[in-house]
């Protein structure tokens, strides 16, 4: 099992335009308190992805977890998208796939992706415009997703469904776009071998946490100090010595890359038994899920 310098948590986002204002990165060493790191301007998706680029020349070992999904359902149906003659075969296929369709979108948007006649039959995009192939009342879900639900580990929603404010399909969209383009630099469990160095990518969920942090699953967002002091004690982790912003996306961060510390040296979160060679190359997984 690896041993990692640092951890980062990176609170992505799908949002329109060049800097969501949901973009969040955070970093921790292996003892201390996690800081937020900030650009010179606000992040966009773009500075994150130059960002990563930086870390793959570096090859320092760091392990750096990105919070959105990086597989679509497709064990349920042997198909990412059924009845689409041009559905990709497996995650990095997904990915060429759909930034190819989006090269045109600036910020590493995934809107043409969402347009095409045939993916867009798969998704809910908004109230009363539901694509003809899109399924049940949540949308498919991933292996990962539906063991999440059933174990009450967490509270997935599927990646299929574009509507409300817990939905993480247009995140997970844009977040592959940057995977692609990240050219394999740095490996990503569990699609790739994990290498002796360097940095690696894992797929992680905020809300879970949260919930090991012990809060509520119905209050797991934080939004003042004392709250965070509080839940980064139970990871033993010092709280920041000086804050710019505390906000949802910054506190998740924070905690999250705390919790990471921690469970990355946990064995059995690096083999869930549930985790199959088929799911590790299409659907992928989210670490700390058994």
Request: one cysteine or more; aromatic letters at 8%; hydrophobic letters at 40%.
């Amino acid at each position: 099992m690896r041993r990692f310098s640092r951890f980062v948590c990176i609170d992505w986002s799908g949002a329109v335009g060049e800097h969501p204002p949901g973009l969040a990165l955070a970093m921790i060493g292996q003892a201390g308190a996690p800081e937020l790191i900030a650009p010179k301007k606000r992040w966009s998706r773009q500075a994150v992805l130059e960002w990563l680029h930086g870390l793959a020349d570096a090859r320092e070992d760091i392990l750096v977890g990105l919070d959105l999904s990086l597989g679509f359902p497709f064990i349920d149906r042997g198909s990412f998208f059924p009845q689409w003659d041009g559905s990709p075969d497996s995650a990095r296929s997904l990915w060429e796939c759909i930034d190819r369709l989006c090269a045109d979108d600036p910020h590493l948007a995934a809107t043409s992706f969402l347009r095409h006649p045939e993916a867009r039959r798969h998704f809910r995009h908004a109230k009363g415009d539901t694509g003809d192939l899109f399924e049940g009342s949540i949308g498919r879900l991933r292996e990962v997703e539906r063991h999440q639900r059933v174990s009450k580990q967490a509270n997935s929603w599927s990646c299929f469904n574009l509507v409300g404010a817990g939905q993480v399909g247009k995140s997970s969209l844009t977040g592959m776009r940057m995977m692609h383009r990240l050219e394999k630099r740095i490996p990503v469990w569990p699609f790739d071998p994990i290498p002796d160095s360097g940095p690696v990518i894992i797929e992680i969920y905020t809300s879970m946490a949260a919930r090991a942090a012990g809060l509520p699953a119905n209050t797991s967002k934080i939004r003042d100090l004392a709250t965070l002091e509080r839940a980064l004690c139970v990871f033993e982790a010092d709280t920041p010595a000086q804050l710019d912003r505390v906000d949802d996306h910054a506190t998740d961060a924070l905690l999250t890359v705390a919790w990471m510390r921690q469970a990355s040296t946990v064995p059995a979160l690096w083999t869930p038994q549930l985790l199959t060679p088929e799911i590790a190359q299409t659907e992928g997984w989210t670490f700390g899920v058994l």
